[in-house]
C-alpha cells in the first residue's frame, strides 16, 4: 500500500486552467458581481420608496365617549350631551412640501445611479489591472525557464573547459550562481502569478485562471480623454450629492408654510336627542419660525454650500489626477522604449563579443556567463516596464472614459 497513495496522487488529475481574454475579463467585472449587484438593489430600492414620497399620510380614526359629565347634581341624566363619537382626520401637508419631498427622493435615486456608475468603473479598472499582471508574470515565468535553459547549456562547456585546465575550477561555479538567482526570479514571478490569478478570480470565479490573447495596447490619446472628465464617475457621485442637498434645502423652505387638516365625526346621543355631525378644519401656525423652520433652513443651506464646495474641489482634483496619471504613463512609456530599443541592442552585442572572444580564448568563461546573466535579467526588466506603460495606459482608458467592451 505505501506505493498506491503516491500513485494515486500523480496520476490525479492536475486543476483545469481556464484561459480568459483581457475584454473577457471586463465584461465578467461589470456583469455578474455582488458588489454591483447590491448598488443595482439599492437604486430598486430607491425607486421603490419614491413611489410613497408625496403622498398624504394616513387618516387618523378617532372613536371615544364625548361630553361625559363627572359632576353636577344627576351627571348621568338624560338631557346631558353625552354621545359616542367616531370620526376620521386627515393631515394634509402643503403642497410644496410634497413636491420637495418627490424631488428628495428622485436625487436619492440619482446618486444611487451615479454609485453604481463609480463602482462598474472601479470593479473594471481592478479587474484589468489584475488581467495585466497575470500576463505579464507569465511571460515574466517563461523568460527565466528561457535563460535557465540557456545557462544550463554552458555546463558542460565548462566542465570540458575545467578538465582540460583552460578554466579554473571557480568559474564553473558562475553558472550556478546565475542559476540561482534565476530561481529567485521564478520564486517572486509565481507569487507575483498567483496574486494577481487571485485578485482576478474574484471577477471570474476558477481555481487557475492564465491570461490569453493579446495585451492592451500601450498608446493612448490623452487629448482624446482630457474632454470627457466632465462625465467621469466620481465627478456624476460628487455632483448627485450636490442635488440631493439641494433637494433636502427644498424640504426645510417648505416648512415655512403652513399644512393643513381635515377631520369628520359622527355622534350618537340619547334617543330623545338628535344625533350630531361635526367637520372640523386645521392648519399650522409657523409663528416662530426663527427658532424652528430658520434654523433648518440655514443648517440646509450651510450643507449645499458645502456639497457645491466639495464639488468644485472634485472637479479640480480629477483634473489634477489625470495630468498626473498621463505624466506617469509617458515617463513609463519613455523608459520602456528607451531600454527596449538601445539599452537591448547593447547587451545583445556584449553577449555576441564575449562569446566570440570566449572561442578564441580572450575571455573567460566567467565573462561569457556574466553577458548572458546580465542580458537575461535586462529582458525580464523590459517586460516589467512594458506592464507599467500598458498598466498606465489601460488605467487612463479605463478610469476617464473608455466604453464598456
Excluded at 465584461?27 to 448598488?39: K, M, N, S, V
Excluded at 416648512?255 to 378644519?281: A, C, K
Aim: glycine fraction near 6%.
Amino acid at each position: 500500500m505505501g506505493w498506491l497513495i503516491p500513485a494515486l496522487l500523480l496520476g490525479a488529475p492536475a486543476a483545469a486552467q481556464q484561459p480568459v481574454e483581457y475584454n473577457e475579463a471586463l465584461r465578467a467585472a461589470a456583469a455578474d458581481q455582488p458588489l454591483i449587484e447590491a448598488d443595482r438593489l439599492q437604486i430598486e430600492a430607491r425607486r421603490l420608496g419614491a413611489e410613497a414620497a408625496g403622498q398624504l399620510p394616513d387618516p387618523k380614526l378617532e372613536a371615544g365617549i364625548e361630553n361625559l359629565p363627572v359632576t353636577g347634581p344627576d351627571p348621568l341624566g338624560p338631557d346631558m350631551m353625552t354621545m359616542l363619537k367616531v370620526g376620521v382626520e386627515q393631515e394634509i401637508p402643503n403642497r410644496a412640501k410634497r413636491r420637495a419631498q418627490t424631488g428628495l427622493a428622485g436625487s436619492q435615486i440619482t446618486l444611487a445611479e451615479a454609485r453604481l456608475g463609480l463602482t462598474v468603473r472601479q470593479v473594471r479598472v481592478e479587474a484589468g489591472a489584475a488581467w495585466i499582471d497575470l500576463a505579464y508574470a507569465q511571460r515574466g515565468l517563461q523568460l527565466a525557464a528561457q535563460a535557465s535553459a540557456e545557462l544550463n547549456t554552458l555546463v558542460p562547456v565548462a566542465n570540458s573547459a575545467v578538465a582540460s585546465g583552460s578554466a579554473r575550477p571557480a568559474e564553473a561555479l558562475a553558472i550556478r550562481r546565475s542559476l540561482v538567482e534565476f530561481d529567485d526570479t521564478t520564486s517572486r514571478l509565481e507569487a507575483e502569478r498567483d496574486a494577481a490569478g487571485a485578485r482576478l478570480a474574484r471577477f471570474i470565479p476558477a481555481n487557475q485562471l492564465v491570461a490569453t490573447g493579446p495585451t492592451p495596447p500601450p498608446l493612448v490619446d490623452a487629448g482624446e480623454l482630457r474632454p470627457t472628465l466632465g462625465g467621469n464617475p466620481a465627478l456624476a457621485v460628487t455632483d448627485a450629492r450636490l442635488r440631493l442637498a439641494d433637494a433636502e434645502l427644498r424640504v426645510a423652505e417648505a416648512e415655512r408654510r403652513p399644512d393643513f387638516g381635515v377631520s369628520v365625526s359622527y355622534g350618537v346621543r340619547e334617543r330623545n336627542y338628535g344625533d350630531m355631525l361635526s367637520v372640523m378644519g386645521s392648519m399650522t401656525l409657523p409663528i416662530f419660525a426663527g427658532r424652528r423652520q430658520e434654523p433648518r433652513i440655514a443648517a440646509a443651506e450651510a450643507e449645499a454650500g458645502a456639497a457645491r464646495a466639495r464639488l468644485v474641489d472634485q472637479q479640480r482634483q480629477l483634473s489634477a489626477q489625470f495630468e498626473a496619471d498621463v505624466a506617469a504613463w509617458r515617463s513609463a512609456y519613455r523608459q520602456w522604449q528607451n531600454a527596449d530599443q538601445q539599452l537591448h541592442m547593447l547587451e545583445r552585442e556584449r553577449v555576441q563579443l564575449e562569446t566570440a572572444s570566449f572561442a578564441a580564448g580572450r575571455a573567460s568563461l566567467t565573462d561569457v556567463v556574466a553577458a548572458r546573466t546580465s542580458l537575461a535579467m535586462h529582458e525580464l526588466e523590459i517586460l516589467e516596464r512594458e506592464a507599467k506603460a500598458v498598466k498606465a495606459a489601460s488605467l487612463l482608458r479605463l478610469t476617464y472614459g473608455e466604453a464598456r467592451p
